[in-house]
């Protein structure tokens, strides 16, 4: 139990296109998911909380019109790179957060999303 | 400012020696906190909570408050335990839900 997917597993976009990328928590209800961005062998670095059903609260120095986040359902959130430039490229992460029985507060990793800005 | 120092950036043994990843916390109160792990070409996942004072895959970790430390050990480590180790602290106050993560410890087991 407690999967978490990531829709594409990697994307390669031309400067100037938007990017959306979705992330499911499989068998399991999350009100709460994140997303992180990590740089080749550097840490995860969150970005912002989504929440379900209101605004996602973002972490200083992340532009949230560069980087929209909507968390329309209990399963579904997506983040939206806005005319991505190559300095966007990198591997995002989302984790949800289960909320009841073993898989409570526990954050659950998707697998990572590589995007690629030419 | 809530911080998690993780000082190796990679940690070479050899198999059956003791393993020690060090994790340091900046954080004035009670902290939660945990051990990730990625290994290769697969997905973050949980190792364990301070909360639970669990053991698994013969990794402890103990919350040392004095030294606001929360170092991963093992006594004898195996090439299967090699992988990149993330320690992470619950955000307090205005962010109870998020994680923050340290930079990370590549631990490589050598046979």
């Known amino acids: 139990g407690a999967v978490v997917s990531q829709h594409p597993s990697w994307v390669i976009c031309k400067s100037g296109t938007s990017v959306k990328i979705e992330c499911r928590s499989l068998d399991f209800q999350a009100t709460t998911m994140f997303w992180y961005r990590q740089f080749p062998k550097q840490s995860l670095m969150l970005m912002a909380t989504s929440n379900e059903g209101s605004k996602a609260t973002y972490e200083q120095g992340v532009e949230k019109d560069k980087f929209l986040i909507n968390h329309a359902s209990l399963t579904l959130s997506t983040l939206t790179v806005t005319s991505a430039h190559p300095e966007d490229s990198s591997f995002y992460i989302c984790?949800?957060?289960?909320?009841?029985?073993?898989?409570?507060?526990?954050?659950?990793f998707g697998p990572g999303t590589r995007l690629t800005v030419l | 400012a809530q911080r998690v120092t993780q000082p190796e950036k990679l940690l070479s043994v050899f198999k059956g020696a003791p393993v020690e990843l060090k994790c340091n916390y900046s954080?004035?109160?009670?902290?939660?906190l945990f051990w990730y792990v990625q290994y290769s070409r697969q997905r973050l996942q949980l190792l364990l909570r301070h909360i639970s004072r669990e053991s698994i895959k013969g990794f402890t970790a103990d919350l040392n408050k004095g030294e606001t430390s929360f170092h991963l050990k093992k006594p004898f480590a195996q090439e299967e335990d090699s992988a990149m180790y993330y320690c992470a602290l619950k955000g307090v106050g205005g962010a109870t839900n998020k994680l923050i993560f340290g930079t990370g410890t590549l631990l490589a087991v050598q046979p």
């Open positions: 954080y004035s109160g009670s902290p939660e």
């Open positions: 984790s949800a957060r289960g909320t009841s029985g073993n898989s409570y507060n526990e954050q659950f």
